[in-house]
Every structure is written in structure tokens, then in C-alpha cells.
């Protein structure tokens, strides 16, 4: 069997072995969407512009999307969950690599899944947002690059545009 195979045999088996943890994951991913998308109106209603503490918390946050979050999670500095787990997968007859590849499609499939739900929530339920960073606005700033581009192209390279 390949390394993603049984990757993804640890992959499923963690997911059913708590079934509740994607109900709980969505829940705490859905309930920051929705008091960021209110942080985000209030900031851009007031001046049109984010406050470098409404930044400042939206950076802090993104990372958090890329978790799985359920019991085991919170009580990670209590109980050393992890250690165990680790510990437990290198008795079994599995290589490194599978653990680890295991690991890293948790984290990409918690992270697209978080996102999707994070941004969705954020750009339906800020109103503001949706003004601000529509569709026609990233079609301005398109149109603007072109110009940009056809008029002087030296001064692109430094922001990697070519």
C-alpha cells in the first residue's frame, strides 16, 4: 500500500473514531464568521477602512482555521492527547511518513473546509464587506494592474507581477 493510502486509512479512522468532531469544528468556525462579520461592519462602517486591531485579530485567526477542533484539542496541555497518539501510532507496523501525511490531510482538509465556511459567513452577514470587496471591486483593481502594466512594466517586479 502507498504512503497516501494509508495516510488516508488514519485520516478516516481519526474521523471515525469521534464523529462529532466536524459538528463541533463547524460550530466554532461558524460562531467566529459571525462575530468577526460584525467586528468587520462596525470597523468599515465607521471610516471605511479597517482599524490595525480589527487587522491585527483577522491575522491572529486564520491560522486557527487550519484546526480540528474537539475535546482533545482543548485539553491538549492537560492530558498530552497527542504524545500518546503519536506514541500509540509508532508501535503500530506504520511507517513515519504515513503519520505524518495523516496529519498533514487533517490539516488541509480542516483548513478548506473552515475557510470556506470562515469567509462565507464573513462576506453574507457583513454588509459592508460585501460593499468594499465585491466583485466589482477586484474587477478595478484588475483593470487598474493592467494599465498599470501596459503603461510601465519596471516598477511591477516588485510585487511580483509580471
Same mark, same amino acid.
Given at each position: 500500500m502507498t504512503i497516501?493510502?494509508?495516510?488516508?486509512?488514519?485520516? %478516516?479512522?481519526? #474521523?471515525r473514531n469521534n464523529p462529532y468532531v466536524m459538528l463541533w469544528?463547524? +460550530?466554532f468556525i461558524m460562531y467566529l464568521g459571525f462575530t468577526m462579520s460584525f467586528v468587520v461592519s462596525m470597523q468599515l462602517g465607521e471610516s471605511g477602512a479597517l482599524n490595525p486591531a480589527a487587522d491585527f485579530v483577522m491575522l491572529v485567526l486564520i491560522p486557527f482555521?487550519?484546526?480540528?477542533?474537539? %475535546?482533545?484539542? #482543548?485539553?491538549?496541555?492537560?492530558?498530552d492527547s497527542y504524545t500518546r497518539m +503519536?506514541?500509540?501510532l509508532r508501535i503500530l507496523p506504520i511507517p513515519?511518513?504515513?503519520?505524518i501525511m495523516s496529519r498533514i490531510q487533517q490539516a488541509v482538509l480542516a483548513f478548506i473546509v473552515n475557510s470556506v465556511v470562515f469567509f462565507i459567513l464573513l462576506f453574507t452577514i457583513s454588509g459592508t464587506l460585501r460593499v468594499y470587496a465585491?466583485?466589482?471591486?477586484?474587477?478595478?483593481?484588475?483593470?487598474? +494592474?493592467d494599465r498599470l502594466r501596459d503603461a510601465d512594466s519596471s516598477h511591477l517586479y516588485l510585487f511580483g507581477v509580471s
Open positions: 497516501m493510502k494509508q495516510a488516508w486509512m488514519i485520516t %478516516r479512522q481519526d #474521523f469544528t463547524l +460550530l482555521l487550519g484546526f480540528i477542533y474537539n %475535546r482533545r484539542t #482543548f485539553k491538549y496541555l492537560q492530558e +503519536l506514541a500509540f513515519v511518513s504515513a503519520v465585491g466583485t466589482g471591486f477586484f474587477c478595478i483593481v484588475c483593470a487598474h +494592474l
